[in-house]
């Protein structure tokens, strides 16, 4: 009999944007508490992604780009990163305005995939929180 991967969640809500970093920390962390082990995922809907990349256009200070040469233009980001942790940003249409889903998900499954589906030439942008 196979054994069913380990699945957490936690609800959260983003009510200023100008916090939305400190707001998905503070969740972490109390899922972390509740739980003993950090969310790996984060799903919001796109109107919520779009709110924070709008904010990230003028703050771009914490932005990191893995990718190879030069950056290109920001074009919105896939990470965010904690001091120990790092969540997948995943879009979740059923998700409202303004909320969030934090998961742990010992086994993702993304699309079928056990990573997220990236393109090759996609630039690969993180959200590196202020420590």
Known sequence: MQEESKIF???????DYSRWDDIINE???RFYTLYRVHPNILLASGATFDRIDAFLRLH???LAYSGEGEAPDFDGF????????TLEFCLDAD???NYFILVFDETPDFDGEA???????EPKFSYRIAG
């Open 95 to 97: 998700q409202r305005e």
């Open 115 to 121: 990573e997220p589906e990236t393109e090759e030439e």
């Open 60 to 62: 771009p200070e914490n």
């Open 27 to 29: 969740r972490v962390n």
């Open 9 to 15: 969640k936690e609800f959260g809500f983003i009510d």
């Open 78 to 85: 896939s990470t965010f990163i904690g001091e120990d942790y």
